[in-house]
């Protein structure tokens, strides 16, 4: 570890924990919730959707759709490597695309809960990644500076929103080599 962070947030999934969620079933989900009432969603993909389900006026529905798959995937994920690096000696957040029920879930089911700090799911906020507004509310939530916080994460958008938001960033892939 080095010093020169004062707080560390994560992603959910694909860094901490692997949700078990089939994402093309939940795709399918939303896609008939939306068909349901009258929103035309061919070739959209699943964030597509869920911004399609906002101009229609019905983000609430398919939020609620997404999240109940995500709160079941979180109760049989997954443990990855990095989980085993919690806690830090400085404080722990995460930030994720997921709902905050599910990163909650996922999280108490390793014992992780006590060594993170501030959680800032998808419903959390009004934005989500790559906005900046859920990291910085993450980093605001433990007390530190954009600045001198990492965010670590395992896509491109995860990158997008450390840049976006003013933190240092690393894949999860090259912090696991460091830790």
């Known amino acids: 570890m080095t010093d020169e962070y004062e707080a560390y947030v994560y992603d959910l999934d694909g860094t901490l924990v692997s949700l078990a969620v089939d994402w093309d079933e939940v ?6 919730v939306l068909r349901a009432r009258g929103v035309g969603v061919d070739g959209a993909d699943l964030w597509s959707m ?6 229609h006026g019905y983000r609430r529905k398919v939020d609620e759709t997404i999240a109940e798959f995500e709160r079941e995937g979180a109760r049989t994920s997954a443990k990855l490597p990095l989980a085993d690096a919690l806690p830090h000696d ?3 957040g995460v930030c994720s695309l997921n709902c905050e029920a ?5 999280l108490e089911t390793y014992g992780l809960d006590s060594a993170v700090d501030a959680i800032v799911g998808r419903d959390s906020v009004a934005t989500e990644k790559p906005d900046p507004e859920p990291l910085l ?4 939530g433990l007390g530190a500076s954009p600045e001198r916080t990492l965010f670590i994460g395992d896509s491109q958008r995860d990158y997008e929103t450390a840049e976006n938001a003013g933190t240092a960033f690393v894949y999860e892939s090259e912090w696991l080599d460091r830790v």
């Open 50 to 55: 869920l911004e399609l389900s906002e101009e």
């Open 137 to 140: 509310a993450t980093i605001d």
């Open 90 to 92: 400085q404080p722990v």
């Open 102 to 106: 599910a990163c909650r879930i996922a």
């Open 27 to 32: 795709a399918r989900e939303v896609a008939g």
